[in-house]
């Protein structure tokens, strides 16, 4: 399964054209997409007007929707930080530490387009799509 992140889902709804969105339409096609209820959240909150935030949610709802965050996750998460800080790596988001490590333990693909994902790649084993 692969889990989409906000930087690709904002490029995909702006309709812009780019190597994740081409990515992402072929995994929606194939059924293979996920969004993380962080993710949702995210995504939504961009949303304007009220008729396009019920129209993207709907389509949000065909994905699998899965719950990012649970206590192990929280704690790994934090080891996994730690463990970037001690190698010199910060990371921005909370948010993309949850995604990332969720991502790692569950075993999911993460598409996105966000360098804060790198870190995570190089030294913890995220799978990313490419």
């Known amino acids: 399964m692969t889990m989409v992140d906000t930087s690709v889902w904002i490029d995909f709804f702006a309709d812009r054209e780019t190597s994740q969105?081409?990515?992402?339409?072929?995994?929606?096609?194939?059924?293979?997409?996920?969004?993380?209820?962080?993710i949702m959240c995210e995504v939504l909150q961009g949303i304007?007007?009220?008729?396009?935030?019920?129209?993207?949610?709907?389509?949000?709802?065909?994905?699998?929707?899965?719950?990012?965050?649970?206590?192990?996750?929280?704690?790994?998460?934090?080891?996994n930080y730690r463990w970037l800080r001690q190698q010199g790596i910060t990371i921005r988001r909370t948010?993309?530490?949850l995604i990332a490590t969720c991502c790692i333990?569950?075993?999911?693909?993460?598409?996105?387009?966000?360098?804060?994902?790198?870190?995570f790649e190089e030294h913890l084993g995220l799978l990313v799509a490419r």
């Open 48 to 79: 304007r007007s009220d008729r396009e935030f019920e129209l993207v949610r709907q389509r949000l709802f065909t994905l699998e929707v899965v719950t990012i965050c649970d206590p192990y996750i929280a704690v790994q998460a934090a080891r």
């Open 21 to 38: 969105v081409r990515f992402l339409r072929k995994e929606i096609l194939t059924k293979r997409a996920s969004i993380g209820d962080i």
């Open 95 to 97: 948010i993309d530490c």
């Open 105 to 119: 333990e569950r075993g999911y693909v993460l598409l996105h387009n966000d360098r804060d994902f790198d870190a």
